[in-house]
């Protein structure tokens, strides 16, 4: 069974930074591509950025290119969001998700490719 698991939210402040985690069982986070994305109550979910299988290389959407970095851990089969200089507009609920259905391509912030989902974890910035 396919489990995705995010931690590492919380409430910040502008300009602080938060590191977000997305540990995985029942399948390995190297072999397909991971995204987080984010929502707010009320508006659609949002791309943030993804990291390809293999090599893994990365995406940012233009709103966190910059100041959010995506990395990935195969020991711990865990992949991080980095978000530095946190904005309030970054406040939502963080999602990570697991592209299996797409393969040997590179990742993409297209949230309907996502094949299985975590349960979140809000970050709030606010002063």
């Known amino acids: 069974q396919v489990q995705l698991v995010e931690s590492g939210g919380g409430l910040a402040q502008p300009g602080e930074s938060l590191r977000l985690s997305c540990a995985a069982s029942?399948?390995?986070?190297?072999?397909?591509?991971i995204g987080w994305f984010r929502q707010v109550p009320g508006k659609e979910r949002e791309g943030v950025s993804c990291i390809s299988s293999g090599e893994g290389g990365t995406y940012y959407a233009d709103s966190v290119k910059g100041r959010f970095t995506i990395s990935r851990d195969n020991a711990k089969n865990t992949v991080y969001l980095l978000m530095n200089s946190l904005k309030p507009e970054d406040t939502a609920v963080y999602y990570c998700a697991e592209r299996i259905g797409i393969v040997f391509s590179p990742c993409t912030l297209t949230d309907y490719e996502y094949d299985y989902w975590g349960q979140g974890t809000q970050v709030t910035v606010s002063s």
């Open positions: 029942g399948l390995s986070l190297d072999d397909y591509a």
